[in-house]
């Protein structure tokens, strides 16, 4: 079996485990920046508090396994997406630190501020990340040759505009199932047109990103590729639907059919890359490092994955239910 | 000209964040270990003493475990953004560490801390307790991985180097366990319980200067005590062997340590002086005859090499090694004195009688955390010019980036790091100053 094949896919998964996880928690993040009841935004906080370092934690399992597989597409993508990277990076600081800091220092409103930016910059910046390295990277004797201010064009920010997006549409459903009365009504009211918005965007950055290489075009246009291209948007048109149908009164569906549609959008820039790593023309065979690099770490991470879905599963169990704030509170 | 520039920049960025950071990972260490330590004697006794102490220190736990977590993440990030080069080269080798420490520490510190902070009214005391014991465990297999690069990069071992100059594992059991690993792990472990030590104990005797008979404090007191009594001790024997260590496989490191320019037999120990780099002497030289060539080759008349064995070009900063050095070992020496002191006077049964003691320890309250800065500047600076040691120049690992958008990037995470972590800084301290509850 291709090792870098199996990687590849573990990589995609941390990733995209990172994407709906962190999404959702950003996204609470950010809808927090624009609630004003004191009372709603310490419930917001409080459904996020027990499971947001678990959930950053994949971003570090991304970066990672990054390094240690896929050397080059680390030491590659970091450097030339560098501004939007550190953005992001000082971003989470902010946010990562005020669900401490908001209650125990002595200015809540500086922190709440910090908090609720500090997500929606996060978020912003990963989108810059994605269009960046979408639109392609210049290598040159396995080493960063672009320039400065390559990952800022007009698809990067629409990018970053639509991660933004989408993950407030991932909080809104995270709200709406683990919250109840007022909020969650409100919650309802975010999520429709941030469905609607988030279903645009993805039209629009998916009908652009053929347009960028060649390679892509004929990837979701060419025969064979359109029979593994052409069920994606039919899928996620039935997502919509249900996503639709489900905010009138769903509790958990909302949140189940926001997620699927961050399932099928990946499996979509999948499509597109593979078998690239870093476009235009470092595949992911280029990219990684030594089979017995790559063996090693696979064989922990046969055994450590599995149990660490075990026990994240546990703790998501164990905070089951609607969110209630601690007493005392 | 830029390029040099550039380097040095990104070699502040380096030092900035991971100081920072590094403070947090080891409160964390310390704390979780003394937060099982609490819990299980709750557990045991029944004694509330216990209960409030552990969710004294929990506040301060969550505090700095967040802050551990945020700087962490920039630590992941910045091999790639600033150390391209490195990380192309070196990737195959300590990537699957440093993938390790995520797997088995990162997840299990993050999944069951959720349990330890939130959980209490959810799950019974035995379910708690084993996610408090799963969360310490959890630091310490993230000392273990991080300190096993760190090892790998001082005294590498089990690689062979291909035609493009990258590293390629050959023995996973040589890289891991590489030979200056079971020197640094002990070390750093021992000095972040030394430095939670000092902490636990100025916070109890700041209290008992004001309530002498609060029990919490005396607790604290006390069990710091017994920390720096029975572990400071340990850590010296623990250093003076990876000195010889250190010795063994970085001879020119030890040279700058002892301020030794030129190689001689029966060598001087230097307490004081001030390293000439230029002129390859120390000024104001204090120094007792003989006591190093003794204390690292055990012998009176031991030869020792000193830096004119190697080209200048192959130096560390003489001035920054030195001086580092001889701040942790002085820190180090003081909280063996305490130690010592807390002994005496408590045989005497006078350790909440004597004030004095009580006024030291207040002072000691950062000895462990800067001591433990100091020894990593030491060990760190003192492996210069090279990231991999003797293999890999530092000036080879630096990522292709201007010496412009490395300083913007320096100049926000100072900014950042000192706004943020000065404030968390401060409400830790605020929490420190509150007292524990009265009643024992």
């Known amino acids: 079996m291709d090792l870098a094949m199996i990687w590849a896919g573990l990589i995609a998964f941390a990733v995209l485990a990172y994407v709906v996880l962190d999404g959702f928690d950003l996204g609470v993040g950010m809808l927090f920046a624009v609630e004003r009841d004191p009372k709603m935004r310490d419930l917001m906080v409080h459904s996020i508090a027990p499971v947001w370092d678990g959930n950053e934690t994949w971003l570090v399992l991304g970066g990672g396994g990054l390094f240690a597989v896929f050397p080059l597409a680390y030491a590659t993508i970091l450097p030339a997406l560098y501004p939007a990277i550190i953005g992001m990076l000082l971003a989470l600081v902010f946010r990562g630190v005020a669900f401490e800091f908001r209650v125990r220092a002595g200015n809540k409103r500086l922190w709440d501020i910090a908090f609720g930016v500090g997500s929606g ?52 459903c995270w709200l709406i199932w683990r919250t109840e009365g007022e909020l969650q009504q409100r919650c309802r009211g975010y999520a429709r047109w941030l469905g609607v918005m988030t ?31 052409s069920p994606v948007p039919v899928l996620l048109a039935g997502l919509a639907w249900l996503f639709w149908r489900g905010l009138v009164k769903g509790e958990v569906g909302p949140f189940l059919c926001a997620l699927g549609w961050f399932v099928l959008g990946f499996a979509g820039l999948g499509i597109s890359l593979f078998p690239l790593i870093v476009p235009p023309d470092i595949t992911i065979w280029d990219a990684a490092g ?40 | 000209m830029s390029g040099l520039d550039a380097l040095h920049l990104a070699r502040v960025q ?42 004294y220190w929990l506040k301060l736990f969550a505090l700095a475990f967040g802050m551990g977590v945020v700087s962490g993440v920039v630590m992941s990030y910045q091999f790639g953004t600033n150390w391209a080069g490195f990380s192309d080269k070196t990737g195959p080798v300590i990537g699957p560490l440093m993938g390790y420490e995520v797997l088995s520490a990162f997840f299990l510190e993050a999944g069951f801390l ?44 089990g690689y062979s180097i291909d035609a493009d100059g990258r590293f390629l594992p050959a023995d996973w059991l040589a890289v891991i366990f590489n030979p200056s ?18 902490l636990v104990g100025a916070t109890g005797a700041w209290h008992l200067l004001r309530h002498p008979e609060n029990a919490g404090s005396r607790v604290m007191f006390s069990m710091a005590l017994w920390m720096l009594a029975l572990v400071a001790p340990v850590q010296v024997l623990v250093g003076d062997l990876h000195g010889l260590n250190t010795l063994a496989y970085q001879p020119a490191k030890i040279a700058a340590i002892e301020g030794l320019f030129s190689s001689q037999a029966g060598a001087p120990l230097v307490l004081f002086g001030v390293p000439d780099m230029e002129q390859a002497r120390i000024g104001y030289e204090i120094a007792v005859p003989h006591l190093s060539a003794l204390i690292l080759t055990h012998d009176w008349n031991g030869a020792l090499q000193g830096l004119d064995a190697w080209p200048r070009a192959d130096w560390p900063h003489v001035g920054i090694v030195f001086w580092a050095f001889r701040v942790m070992v002085g820190l180090g020496v003081a909280m063996v004195a305490a130690g010592g002191a807390s002994l005496y006077l408590r045989v005497r049964g006078r350790l909440f009688a004597a004030r004095w003691l009580q006024r030291v320890m207040l002072g000691l309250g950062p000895a462990g955390l800067i001591a433990l800065l100091a020894g990593w500047v030491t060990t760190e600076a003192g492996r210069q010019p090279y990231t991999v040691y003797g293999l890999l120049r530092t000036a080879d690992s630096v990522s292709p980036i201007g010496a412009p958008g490395v300083g913007l990037s320096l100049a926000a995470f100072v900014l950042v790091y000192l706004a943020v972590f000065g404030a968390g800084v401060g409400i830790m301290l605020r929490l420190m100053a509150q007292p524990p509850k009265a009643e024992g």
Not at chain 1, 213 to 229: E, N
Not at chain 1, 305 to 322: A, C, M, Q
Not at chain 2, 23 to 50: H, M
Not at chain 2, 125 to 153: K, Q
Request: glycine share 12%; aromatic share 16%; hydrophobic share 55%.
């Open chain 1, 290 to 329: 030594p089979d017995s690099s790559l063996r090693f770490l696979l064989a922990g991470t046969v055994v450590l994955v599995p149990l660490i879905l075990g026990y994240t599963g546990y703790s998501y169990w164990l905070f089951r239910g609607k969110v209630r704030l601690p007493a005392g509170h």
């Open chain 1, 199 to 229: 279903f645009v965007l993805t039209g629009v950055v998916s009908l652009w990103t053929p347009l960028l290489h060649a390679r892509f075009a004929a990837r979701w246009f060419g025969w064979p590729g359109v029979l593994l291209t």
């Open chain 2, 14 to 55: 380096f030092a900035f964040t991971v100081m920072f950071h590094i403070v947090f990972p080891a409160i964390s260490i310390g704390l979780a270990s003394y937060l099982v330590v609490l819990e299980a004697l709750w557990l045991r006794t029944g004694r509330a003493v216990f209960l409030d102490l552990f969710r």
């Open chain 1, 121 to 172: 910059l996060a978020g912003f910046c990963q989108g810059l990340t994605l269009g960046g390295l979408l639109q392609g990277i210049r290598v040159e004797h396995r080493a960063y040759a672009g320039g400065w201010w390559d990952w800022l064009t007009g698809f990067t920010v629409l990018c970053g505009v639509a991660v933004v997006i989408g993950y407030a549409l991932l909080g809104a």
């Open chain 2, 114 to 157: 959720g349990v330890m902070l939130f959980g209490a009214e959810r799950v019974g005391r035995r379910v708690h307790f084993a996610a408090s014991c799963i969360v310490a465990l959890g630091t310490l297999i993230s000392a273990f991985w991080i300190l096993s690069v760190n090892s790998w990069m001082q005294t590498p071992a």
């Open chain 2, 181 to 198: 690993f079971f020197y640094r792990l002990p070390h750093m472990v021992l000095a972040s319980y030394l430095s939670v030590a000092c």
